[in-house]
């Protein structure tokens, strides 16, 4: 597909033009107002990995996730590795994710269903009261808490939370 998208590397965000809004906003990529769409930092780095667009930043064309990572490296320092990794494996096995925000995505998984993923790194410093709020929020909102754990080697395994009552 390689469509151009132009990244400002002020506020991080890529934008697609007119022609191209559509498709990406079908697949669950992206913000829309008016007639542009807006991609984050792990929808640019996930579009760029899998050859989809190229990106415009300071007059340069690049076209792999490496080169823009150098050319933008302060647009990673929110986000970590292991967002893009939970993303483009839920992607890859055909679910739709948007990032809700930093390790937050929504995903609508095969059925239809929607899901909160919460992203976790391996000896991550986020306490159990973290995780609790996330899933009661979750549930609150009848929608499935997910929490996505990413190994120091980058292998996934993800739970399902539930609520437990004691009898």
Known sequence: MNVLVKVDRGSCTGLVEEGDVREFEEKWFGEKSDNKLFLNIIEISYLLLTGRIIV????????????????????????????????????DRGRKVRVLGRNMFMMKDKHGDIRLVLVLEEKSPLGVRDIIEFAEKSMRNSITPIVAVVSLQGEITYYELARIEPS
Do not use: A, H, P
Request: proline share 0%; charged share 35%.
């Open 56 to 91: 415009e930043t300071d007059g340069k064309i690049i076209s792999t996730l490496e080169d823009f990572m150098k050319s933008s490296l302060e647009c990673f320092k929110e986000y970590s590795w292991s967002n893009l990794v939970v993303y483009k494996d839920l992607r």
